[in-house]
Structure formats: structure tokens, C-alpha cells
T-cell receptor, first 115, second 117 residues
Framework: DVKVTQSSRYLVKRTGEKVFLECVQDMDHENMFWYRQDPGLGLRLIYFSYDVKMKEKGDIPEGYSVSREKKERFSLILESASTNQTSMYLC??????????????FGNGTRLTVT | AQKVTQAQTEISVVEKEDVTLDCVYETRDTTYYLFWYKQPPSGELVFLIRRNSFDEQNEISGRYSWNFQKSTSSFNFTITASQVVDSAVYFCALSEAAGGGADGLTFGKGTHLIIQP
């Protein structure tokens, strides 16, 4: 089974802090994603990466950056955390399919609270 | 632009009732993929099914069934004889073929299903 591991289940940070959310997958997947989930808004794509050192903006990249130095690891960075970034953050990975778009495999999520 | 609408925010039924979760999508692509995910209280999203736009056959897996109708741009999910363990948030999602899946899925806002004992 694919395993996507997010380093923290809960995080509490202060406004202005630099925050790192880490995600590791163990199935050699090319594609990795960061979503945030908020009540009433569903899942929204922040950033994604289809290869090492490659990154693409999703629908809501403002206030975030990412790093993918190794294939298995995809980090989400909040340069200066703000209270409106309090949310559930979900990491996911998928293979680059030969035929058909493959499903995303998700981690358990990191619930970040910014005070 | 692609869009997924799950009009039902929350559904509550009594155990053993059948329940249908609605999903309506919008896309300009002729080739696309539809997905359903389950998010139990533990938080992890669990993949349930993927359907491509050329396959309109309904699918059944145990108590779960999916009805895909291109004519109405819908991909509805039915749980038969619901159980308390089915309580979760269910997400419908869409991926256009052009991106090859590398650009992720577009999710609906989810339907919170509550099965009462």
C-alpha cells in the first residue's frame, strides 16, 4: 500500500513564524500535492510538483512556497504564518500514469493553528 | 474551467436506509476522470472509485454503487443499507486528461453523511 506520511498531526504556531510542513511518500510517485481543507470550502490546491525541483502554483498559492529536493519529500513552507492560514493541510501523491489519471493517495493531514 | 458541485452539505439517515450523494461536474474536456473519496473522522482521505469519461457503465462494489450520466454531467454515489461506519465526509473530484493527472484533482466541497444507529 502507498504510504504518505505527514510529519505532524497537530501544530500550533504564532503569527509571523516561519512554518515547515513535511510530507514523505514511499512509492516512488512522480507527482506530489499540497491541499488545504476548510469547512464549507472543501479541498483547495496550494502547490504541486511533478518532478524533483519542479513546482507549480495551484489555486491558492499566496503566502506559501514549496520545496522538492528529493523525489519522496515535498515540503510546504509558510514564510510568515498568519491566522488565516489556520487550516487542515493535506499532502498527496500520485504516479504519472501511462493511461488514465491515477488517484491521489493522501496523508493523514496536519492541523495547523496560527495564534 | 473545471468545477465540481456537491449540493448536499449534510445528510442524516437512520441505519439501514439507502442514501444517494449527488455530484455534478463541469468541464470542457471530452476526456476526463471522476473520483469519489471518503474522509472518516480520522481525517485521511480514502480513494473509493475512478471513472473515465468514456465508460458510462454503472459500477457496484458491495453496498456501494455509482451512477455516471454524461447527459446530465452527474456522477452520483449510492450506499445501500447504510451502516454507522459509513459516517464520513464524501468528496467527488474531477481531473481533466490534458494535465495527465500531474496537476491534481478539483474537489467538490464535500457531503457530510451521518448514519444514526
Amino acid at each position: 500500500d502507498v504510504k504518505v506520511t505527514q510529519s505532524s498531526r497537530y501544530l500550533v504556531k504564532r503569527t509571523g513564524e516561519k512554518v515547515f510542513l513535511e510530507c514523505v511518500q514511499d512509492m516512488d510517485h512522480e507527482n506530489m500535492f499540497w491541499y488545504r481543507q476548510d469547512p464549507g470550502l472543501g479541498l483547495r490546491l496550494i502547490y504541486f510538483s511533478y518532478d524533483v525541483k519542479m513546482k507549480e502554483k495551484g489555486d491558492i498559492p499566496e503566502g506559501y512556497s514549496v520545496s522538492r529536493e528529493k523525489k519522496e519529500r515535498f515540503s510546504l513552507i509558510l514564510e510568515s504564518a498568519s491566522t488565516n492560514q489556520t487550516s487542515m493541510y493535506l499532502c498527496a501523491s500520485s504516479i504519472t500514469p501511462g493511461l488514465g489519471n491515477s488517484p491521489l493517495h493522501f496523508g493523514n493531514g496536519t492541523r495547523l493553528t496560527v495564534t | 474551467a473545471q468545477k465540481v458541485t456537491q449540493a448536499q452539505t449534510e445528510i442524516s439517515v437512520v441505519e439501514k436506509e439507502d442514501v444517494t450523494l449527488d455530484c455534478v461536474y463541469e468541464t470542457r474536456d471530452t476526456t476526463y476522470y471522476l473520483f469519489w473519496y471518503k474522509q472518516p473522522p480520522s481525517g485521511e482521505l480514502v480513494f473509493l472509485i475512478r471513472r473515465n469519461s468514456f465508460d458510462e457503465q454503472n459500477e457496484i462494489s458491495g453496498r456501494y454503487s455509482w451512477n455516471f450520466q454524461k447527459s446530465t454531467s452527474s456522477f452520483n454515489f449510492t450506499i445501500t443499507a447504510s451502516q454507522v461506519v459509513d459516517s464520513a465526509v464524501y468528496f467527488c473530484a474531477l481531473s481533466e486528461a490534458a494535465g495527465g493527472g500531474a496537476d491534481g484533482l478539483t474537489f467538490g466541497k464535500g457531503t457530510h453523511l451521518i448514519i444514526q444507529p
